[in-house]
């Protein structure tokens, strides 16, 4: 009786092995639905990640070959003031850029997503993204003639008296209202994909119990879509700080790293510097995508 009780325990746990090993091997039944997908980033990115940090710990460029390994370009760049600068200037830009399309996308999300019309949504969802059918560069141009020292805003504040004119290009400043409106309607888009989902009745209720507008937003609509605020900082910031176009015609002499690099592979031709910069610039970034990532995971559960 015993040695039966013994065997029918022993089939009992190699049978639960058998299943929880089926079970982790069935993400292979995918496998090939997943293949073209997964050869297209390791042909595309991963092997081409993998070859820029090669030649990131290389002094001298040359092509094929991966020898004589050093820290001298990460050294110089962690040891230099200009790429240090050049580099918080980008981060800072990103969230800058990141958290006022959110703040300027909020309303608008929230309006359009509440609209009972179709048609009416479907409008002004059209509304924002048609700057999407210009391209960037055309964008980027038309915010320069707004924003030179003679350009139109200038113009109207010294024909008003309220200012001599104000320097908005060829600085910081010219790049941040150039990149929010550029990326604004990506913010508004990932907002609305959160708030389509918050019923209207909730708000209702939570008004018939004694919240006040802002309170329905701090405690009913801010909780139920920091998933779509999430993603829309995430993207909005890993676009800004690799941007390019919007900073160099804006820009002017204003580095960010994405300039940086340009200026290091097509003027110095130091693609080594420059792949070390790429390096750099890509950990950063994931380094803020992960930090932030778990602060909304965080936040979520207190809420």
Known sequence: MLTSVTQSSRLNAFGSYIKNLLDRLSFLGA?????PGLVFLLVFF??????LLGISFQTDFLPGTITNLTLD???????DSYFIATLIRTLVMGVAVAVSTLVIGYPV????????????????????????LTSVVVRTFGWLIILLQNGFL??????????????????????????????????VISLMTSLGKIEPSLEKAAQDLGAS???????VLLPLSKQGLLGGFLLVFALTISSF??????????????????????????????????IVLM??????????NHLGQSRGEVV
Do not use: C, D
Not at 31 to 35: A, C, E, R, V
């Open 109 to 132: 999300a929230y309006h359009i997503t509440r609209l009972e019309s179709s048609q009416k949504r479907a409008f002004f969802l059209l509304l924002v993204m048609v700057p999407y």
């Open 283 to 292: 950990i950063f970034a994931i380094i803020v995508i992960v930090v932030s």
């Open 213 to 219: 507008r802002l309170g329905v937003v701090r405690y």
């Open 154 to 187: 200038n113009t109207f504040l010294r024909w008003t008296g309220l200012s001599e004119g104000v320097k908005l290009v060829n600085n910081e400043y010219g790049i941040y209202i150039g990149l929010v409106h550029v990326f604004l309607p990506i913010a």
């Open 31 to 35: 496998l090939p639905l997943l293949s």
């Open 73 to 79: 370009n990460y050294i110089s760049i962690f040891s």
């Open 245 to 278: 176009t919007t900073p160099s015609i804006l820009g002017g002499t204003t580095e960010v790293m994405a300039t940086a690099i340009y200026t290091y592979v097509g003027y110095l031709t130091n693609f080594n510097l420059a792949s070390a910069l790429a």
């Open 46 to 51: 991963f092997i081409p990640v993998l070859i």
